[in-house]
């Protein structure tokens, strides 16, 4: 059975730091690219940054230069760390895993608020 856990969500104060992790289980981690996403309330799910299996990695515009995608292949998780949050970057954030198939974690909400 293939689990994507999210976590490492919470609140935090703009101009704040966060680390998501998102351990995966029941795929051969190193094979898959991964991501994450994120939706905000009414808005629609986007990119945030993808981490292909050979470690290449994009960000989305809105983001680049304050957040950072990386994967531990040992450990078979997938972070984000994000720095400098703004109050447009509060959204549930969901992990992803893709190869032949999309899967997806439940998601961790993040909250940036003063």
């Given at each position: 059975?293939?689990?994507?856990?999210?976590?490492?969500?919470?609140?935090?104060?703009?101009?704040?730091?966060?680390?998501?992790?998102?351990?995966?289980?029941?795929?051969?981690?190193?094979?898959?690219?991964?991501?994450?996403?994120?939706?905000?309330?009414?808005?629609?799910?986007?990119?945030?940054?993808?981490?292909?299996?050979?470690?290449?990695?994009?960000?989305?515009?809105?983001?680049?230069?304050?957040?950072?995608?990386?994967?531990?292949?040992a450990e078979k998780k997938v972070y984000?760390?994000?720095?400098?949050?703004?109050?447009?970057?509060?959204?549930?954030?969901?992990?992803?895993?893709?190869?032949e198939t999309d899967y997806w974690g439940q998601g961790t909400q993040v909250?940036?608020?003063?």
């Open positions: 059975q293939v689990q994507l856990v999210e976590s490492g969500g919470g609140l935090v104060q703009p101009g704040g730091s966060l680390r998501l992790s998102c351990a995966a289980s029941g795929i051969i981690f190193s094979n898959y690219h991964m991501g994450w996403y994120r939706q905000a309330p009414g808005k629609q799910r986007e990119l945030v940054a993808v981490i292909s299996a050979t470690g290449m990695s994009i960000h989305a515009e809105s983001v680049k230069g304050r957040f950072t995608i990386s994967r531990d292949n984000l760390q994000m720095n400098s949050l703004k109050v447009e970057d509060t959204a549930v954030y969901y992990c992803l895993g893709r190869r909250t940036v608020s003063s």
